[in-house]
């Protein structure tokens, strides 16, 4: 069974940095490419940023570039998300979601985590 | 920037169709995908590639994409299929876009 547990959120204070984990299991991990979604208070989704399955690609949304850094660690089936100079509109849930394919860019996402709660506040 | 606009809600009965709507510009060019989120839990994927149901999702579950609107609809609505639904359109840029969320009550 497929399994994706966030860690690493909190409330840190705007300008402040965080970093995300998403540990994994129940797969061939360095297979597939892997992304951040995260949702808002009271609004809907947001795609964050992805990877794939090398590392080889990344990819992020406008409002998160040159902020955020995507990386993972093949050897500890693990996802990390570097999230450095937070804003307010940066709390979220954030949640680690697989693809079914190799590169970063397929279309959706088959397995998600439960999330993890980021509260940018001073 | 691209837009996806759901009903925030939608009530039905036990044993009735469920429709929920995913309007964006020409989403019918792009490939939609539909999530269930039960209170609580991770959200799970229902459609995917416009109509493709994943395995162990039930046959009540299917999707539609066309012109500028994208259709998740549940025959025989249960009880347990209560939850939020979010639609998701890709394409090759690549793009990835929710729409907002649709409620769905089942009483």
């Known amino acids: 069974e497929v399994q994706l547990v966030e860690s690493g959120g909190g409330l840190v204070q705007p300008g402040g940095s965080l970093r995300l984990s998403c540990a994994t299991s129940?797969?061939?991990?360095?297979?597939?490419?892997m992304h951040w979604v995260r949702q808002a208070p009271g609004k809907g989704l947001e795609w964050v940023s992805g990877?794939?399955?090398?590392?080889?690609?990344?990819l992020y949304a406008e409002s998160v570039r040159g902020r955020f850094a995507v990386s993972r660690d093949n050897a500890k089936n693990s996802l990390f998300l570097q999230m450095n100079s937070l804003r307010g509109e940066d709390t979220a849930f954030y949640y680690c979601?697989?693809?079914?394919?190799?590169?970063?860019?397929?279309?959706?996402?088959?397995?998600w985590g439960p999330g993890t709660l980021v509260a940018v506040s001073s | 920037s691209y837009e996806l606009t759901q009903p925030p809600s939608l009530s039905v009965s036990p044993g009735q169709t469920a429709t929920i709507t995913c309007s964006g510009d020409?989403?019918?060019?792009?490939?939609t995908s539909w999530y269930q989120r039960r209170p609580g839990q991770s959200p799970v994927m229902v459609i995917y590639?416009?109509?493709k149901r994943p395995s162990g999702i039930p046959e009540r579950f299917s999707g539609t994409n066309s012109g500028n609107t994208a259709t998740l609809t549940i025959s025989g609505t249960q009880a347990m299929d209560e939850a939020e639904y979010y639609c998701?359109?890709?394409?090759?840029?690549?793009?990835?876009?929710f729409g907002g969320g649709t409620k769905l009550t089942v009483l």
């Open positions: 990877i794939s399955y090398n590392s080889g690609n990344t």
């Open positions: 979601a697989k693809t079914p394919y190799s590169s970063s860019s397929g279309d959706h996402f088959d397995s």
């Open positions: 998701q359109a890709w394409d090759s840029s690549p793009l990835w876009v």
């Open positions: 020409k989403v019918g060019d792009k490939h």
């Open positions: 590639q416009d109509n």
């Open positions: 129940g797969f061939t991990f360095d297979d597939f490419a």
